[in-house]
Nanobody
Framework: QVQLVESGGGLVQAGGSLRLSCALS????????MAWFRQAPGKERDFVAA????????YSADSVKGRFTISRDNAKNTVYLEMNSLKPEDTAVYYC?????????????????WGQGTQVTVSS
């Protein structure tokens, strides 16, 4: 059974940086496309960034382009989200997700496994 465990969330001031990590266990990490989504209170879970299983293609939401970077280390079974120039509107619970089969990398409906989420709070 696949397990995803996120870490690295916290409270940061606007303009600051955080690095989220998500470790996958239970299966071969390099088989999975990986993504980050986020959900603010009262809102839907939105796509943030994705990376394919080989690590040679990445996708980002327009709202985070130029500020957030997704990467992966297949040797460490871990995907990362480097977040810079954080804004109060980035405040949300951030979820890591893994996808084994075909499907749009940017759609939450394509993902098979989810982490428990990590809170990111950006103060103004």
């Amino acid at each position: 059974q696949v397990q995803l465990v996120e870490s690295g969330g916290g409270l940061v001031q606007a303009g600051g940086s955080l690095r989220l990590s998500c470790a996958l266990s239970g299966r071969t990490f390099s088989y999975y496309d990986m993504a980050w989504f986020r959900q603010a209170p009262g809102k839907e879970r939105d796509f943030v960034a994705a990376i394919n299983r080989n690590g040679d293609s990445t996708y980002s939401a327009d709202s985070v382009k130029g500020r957030f970077t997704i990467s992966r280390d297949n040797a460490k079974n871990t995907v990362y989200l480097e977040m810079n120039s954080l804004k109060p509107e980035d405040t949300a619970v951030y979820y890591c997700a893994a996808k084994l089969k075909f499907g749009a990398l940017t759609s939450r409906y394509s993902y098979d496994y989810w982490g428990q989420g990590t809170q990111v709070t950006v103060s103004s």
